[in-house]
């Protein structure tokens, strides 16, 4: 079986006890019809989680488990609380083969179920090339201020997406692309709510999803393929067309990057030096200047994203390059990457980038520039991105690809293969999730520098528009934009919310969100504890005009 990540609870020993305490701990753990959690005590919780290996049942499957007990001091820190409630924790192995690369392939899966279940099931969604296993203590990366959902006692799953190893090289195996793009988590999903139901006594009263990039497709991945396994689904920065649009769209940013980056001793191009921090501060100043008012204050914040226009020509030096303005290849290459990719005739490719402040952060830097001081480039587009297109995206794989010769008219065809396989955007196939009742959030920050927020503002319009208009479609599905915030979190942004229990609330209560409340962290380097309402698409936060500009408060959400 897969080995769990960093950070998990494995140490724990074994609690063995006779396997004629199982009726008692399925009866004990039945709970009500009506929804009444199951609780059970720590003798009997720890006999049903050795029990599991030969009890659950599951066929091709190998299974390890581990009881921890109540009171256990996870490692690393927890959102809110250091100590997890007793549970077990169920590592697991589904199908192992060899694939025709000769490696060895499982779909590796990690479960904890605790002790006091509250009869919700959470599927904590992957991200970038997967191959790990998320800590099952944790919430996941678009919900960053949801409390352990583990501790509140929400039975977790995560998945490695059928592969080990972060590296994309599991795509010279057919198989394993498969697994990656949808096969692995339908099986996981699957299995976890049998073991929900063995260790239970039921299956989960409700079922939900949370996910951010590859976990944002995941979780569209299941609203359009698996439309009855979750009751509400949140797609965080969805990687919706990652092989066929986003992907082109890193290609294009990281050569036009590079075209303008300086010469380093080598006599190449050194990638994180075509914009020093202060050209980029400098582009946020002016960004701010721009749109920064549009919500009625002053603050930092672009939060009426919609008439936020920006030309980055007013800030093109008269002479030689200072530290006041850009020179006019630095201009030339922001006008091509927030404009999106394009091919030799002109025909987009990618959506546009909107501008906003938090071009400034170091997420945003880490992403398109990095920070290598030498010609070998460290942004995340020439490590992840291009690892996934040689290995994955491309079919067939082409390992030695050089991302600089990324022909923009001929190598997106070498990708429509795999992202009719891959790819989520078709609003249509929404259809059966909306009809049976699922709720879905789009959840986006507007300075991702690799899945653009207008893409989830394009798709939602395109949804709207099928769906009888906005206030017809705000009925299943809504959409939150975070100014300032970069990839599934991190800037200048109020990026700490808990949008897990926004959707029990409207799912098991009815209570659809008009806006999720947000704040920025303590150690936020911008304006640390601000407080925001984040607004359900097209209304943004607009200041009331009197009162702390630092307190939510004083925000409603309006529209434009």
Excluded at 52 to 62: D, E, P, Q
Excluded at 87 to 92: A, L, Q
Excluded at 408 to 417: E, H, I, K, S
Excluded at 452 to 470: P, T
């Amino acid at each position: 079986p897969p080995v769990p990540p960093e950070g998990d609870i494995t140490t724990n020993p074994r609690i063995t006890t006779p396997a004629s305490a199982l009726l008692l701990v399925l009866l004990a753990g039945c709970g009500g019809s009506d929804g009444t959690p199951a609780v059970f005590d720590a003798k009997a919780s720890a006999a049903a989680c050795t029990d599991i290996i030969s009890k659950s049942g599951l066929s091709a499957t190998t299974l390890t488990t581990s009881y921890v007990p109540a009171g256990t001091k996870r490692p690393g820190t927890l959102t809110t609380g250091d100590f997890l409630p007793g549970h077990c924790v169920v590592t697991g192995a589904m199908n192992p083969r060899t694939g025709v690369d000769g490696k060895p392939y499982a779909i590796g899966f990690q479960l904890s179920l605790p002790d006091n279940w509250n009869g919700r099931f959470l599927y904590l969604g992957g991200g970038g090339n997967d191959g790990t296993l998320r800590d099952t203590s944790l919430s996941s990366s678009i919900s960053v201020g949801t409390p352990s959902p583990l501790g509140q006692g929400y039975a977790v799953v995560s998945a490695d997406a059928g592969h080990q190893g972060r590296s994309a090289s599991f795509g010279a195996d057919p198989q394993a692309r498969i697994d990656h793009a949808y096969n692995a988590h339908d099986k996981t999903a699957l299995a976890a709510k049998d073991l929900i139901a063995w260790r239970y006594g039921k299956k989960p009263n409700y079922s939900y999803f949370s996910g951010c990039s590859g976990g944002g497709r995941q979780a569209m991945m299941f609203s359009q393929r698996f439309p009855d396994y979750f009751d509400g689904i949140t797609a965080g920065a969805p990687a919706m067309r990652v092989s066929s649009g986003a992907t082109v769209a890193a290609m294009w940013n990281n050569k036009k990057f590079t075209d303008i980056a300086p010469a380093g001793a080598d006599g190449k191009p050194v990638l994180s030096r075509a914009f020093s921090d202060s050209d980029l501060n400098l582009v946020s100043s002016a960004v701010l200047q721009a749109c920064d008012a549009g919500d009625g204050v002053v603050d930092g914040l672009v939060q009426n994203t919609k008439a936020c226009k920006f030309n980055p020509a007013v800030l093109q030096c008269s002479g030689a390059k200072t530290d006041t303005c850009l020179s006019s290849a630095q201009v030339g290459a922001l006008k091509d990457v927030f404009g999106g990719p394009k091919d030799s005739a002109g025909k987009s490719l990618y959506v546009t980038q909107p501008w906003d402040a938090g071009i400034r952060d170091a997420g945003w830097r880490n992403w398109t520039l990095g920070t290598s001081t030498t010609s070998t480039p460290s942004s995340r587009y020439n490590v992840l991105m291009v690892d996934a297109l040689v290995n994955e995206f491309f079919t067939p794989p082409e390992p030695t690809f050089n991302p600089l010769a990324f022909n923009f008219d001929t190598d997106p065809a070498r990708m429509q293969a795999f992202s009719a396989v891959y790819d989520t955007y078709r609003d249509d196939k929404l259809a059966a999730y909306k009809a049976r009742g699922g709720k879905m959030l789009f959840i986006h920050g507007m300075s991702d520098p690799i899945f653009s927020a207008d893409e989830v503002v394009e798709y939602y319009e395109r949804l709207a528009a099928n769906n009888g208009g906005v206030t017809a479609t705000q009925s299943f599905a809504r959409t939150f934009l975070v100014p300032g915030m970069a990839h599934c979190s991190g800037g200048p942004a109020t990026d700490t919310y808990d949008s897990l229990q926004t959707m029990v609330d409207w799912v098991e209560k009815g209570v659809a969100p008009d806006s999720i409340a947000a704040r920025a962290s303590a150690t936020n380097a911008y304006f640390p504890n601000r407080t925001r309402p984040l607004c359900a698409y097209p209304k943004f936060a607009k200041y009331k005009g009197s009162g702390n500009i630092e307190d939510a408060a004083n925000f409603s959400c309006v529209a434009e």
